[in-house]
């Protein structure tokens, strides 16, 4: 089989979907490469580096797409809502795609997807199981943009991060204070402590509390408890309006004392809450920063501009989107192994086996023959499911 890797096309992304390195595992599992020229250039992997591990640079992205029996890309339509229709033309019926899709999304776009007639694998609903782990892109993804945030925060601060002895005294560390404990804030702890900041941290989920202390962060435990926290991939639970007005109470005290915030509370397929009032951003010292890890879907902060960085009140708040693709060339290669795991999971002996008694497949699998197959997405939508079930192959 042979699997294709376009350029990305969404504005600003640097990324590229496979790298170098994992051609010849790709190859050992019976897997050609095609790769549009130039694809990977920007996150640091010129040509010929593919050339030289077997791949074959085609010219333009319209023969990627026709050769290809499989299509990999990091944003594919459905998470790239700018320029991603431009590739629906490109597609062939049957044809495989693998990558983000934003399935809990637009059901629109999901459904353009799926008239296509692809055989589509969204990477977003990956099971969180141990056979799973190595093809984990959501959790590769959200480690970078943990330790991006952190970078930005540190270098928008007009303050030292670490404690230093100087000549001039003694200097008081930097605190930074993390929201919400997953995948992305768990290396934002880590990476500010690396840099000698003093961490807390706070996440409704009382499981994580060890996380956070085994990485040298505080814990903020408040007198509030969440229902049903998490779900069963470990994701969490959206509460109703009144806890999170009472978390914003109880929460202002620690925002109005740290230097950094870093909000990074996402619910899948949900509007993020606000966890950070207009109110308690004046209550911040000035010069303090709050990098928002959820501004792509809005933001925790209510001042969060997506995309953009604001200043009010003297506190600088951070919106960018798509801080993975800030540090392309291991965000491409971790992408990339993810990926390759996967892509060796789905194709044995030559052909796309689509078992749908294997949990990894079954739960990936978006849409095939023109339709969205994908229990969770149906369930999520509320659609009916195929009048003709999916038959394993």
Same mark, same amino acid.
Do not use: W
């Given at each position: ?156 601060? #007009?303050?030292?991060? $670490?404690? %230093?002895? *100087? ?6 560390? /930097?605190?930074?204070? @993390? =929201? ?88 899948? #397929?949900?509007?993020? $809450?606000? %966890?950070? *009032? ?6 911040? /010292?000035?010069?303090? @920063? =709050? ?103």
């Amino acid at each position: 089989m042979i699997v294709g890797v376009p350029k990305e096309i969404f504005p600003g992304e640097r990324r590229v979907a496979l790298a170098p390195l994992v051609l010849p595992t790709l190859a050992k599992a019976g897997l050609e490469v095609v790769i549009e020229a130039g694809a990977g250039a920007k996150a640091g992997y010129p040509d010929p580096e593919y050339a030289a591990k077997g791949a074959k640079i085609l010219p333009n992205r319209a023969e990627v797409f026709q050769q290809a029996d499989i299509i990999t890309q990091v944003l594919c339509h459905g998470s790239n809502d700018q320029t991603g229709k431009a590739d629906l033309p490109l597609f062939r019926r049957d044809q495989a795609l693998v990558g983000f899709l934003r399935p809990l999304g637009s059901i629109e776009t999901i459904q353009e997807i799926a008239s296509t007639g692809v055989t589509a694998f969204a990477v977003e609903l990956m099971p969180r199981i141990t056979r799973a782990q190595s093809m984990d892109a959501l959790s590769s993804m959200a480690t970078i943009c943990g330790y991006k945030a952190v970078l930005l925060g540190a270098d928008t601060l #007009g303050r030292f991060f $670490p404690m %230093l002895t *100087t000549a001039a005294g003694t200097i008081s560390p /930097a605190r930074v204070f @993390v =929201i919400g404990a997953g995948v992305a804030g768990l290396q934002a702890i880590a990476t500010a402590r690396r840099l000698g900041a003093v961490a807390s941290a706070y996440d409704l989920r009382p499981a994580v509390k060890e996380q956070v202390q085994s990485l040298g962060g505080r814990f903020v435990e408040l007198p509030i408890e969440a229902t049903d926290a998490q779900d069963a991939r470990g994701y969490a639970r959206a509460q109703d309006e009144n806890f999170y007005r009472r978390q914003r109470e109880l929460l202002g005290n620690v925002v109005a004392e740290s230097n950094v915030v870093i909000p990074a509370a996402v619910v899948p #397929g949900k509007k993020p $809450p606000i %966890l950070v *009032t207009r109110e308690m951003v004046e209550r911040m /010292a000035p010069g303090s @920063v =709050i990098v928002d890890l959820a501004a792509e879907r809005g933001g925790n902060c209510e001042v969060t501009k997506p995309g953009e960085v604001v200043v009010y009140h003297d506190v600088t708040i951070i919106g960018y989107i798509n801080l993975a693709s800030f540090v392309p060339y291991h965000a491409s290669q971790m992408y990339a192994r993810n990926l390759t795991a996967f892509l060796t999971h789905l194709v044995k002996n030559g052909k796309l086996q689509l078992n749908l008694d294997d949990e990894i497949t079954r739960d990936t699998l978006l849409t095939r023959g023109g339709q969205i197959v994908n229990a969770m997405v149906q369930d999520f939508f509320s659609l009916a499911a195929p009048a003709a079930s999916v038959q394993s192959s």
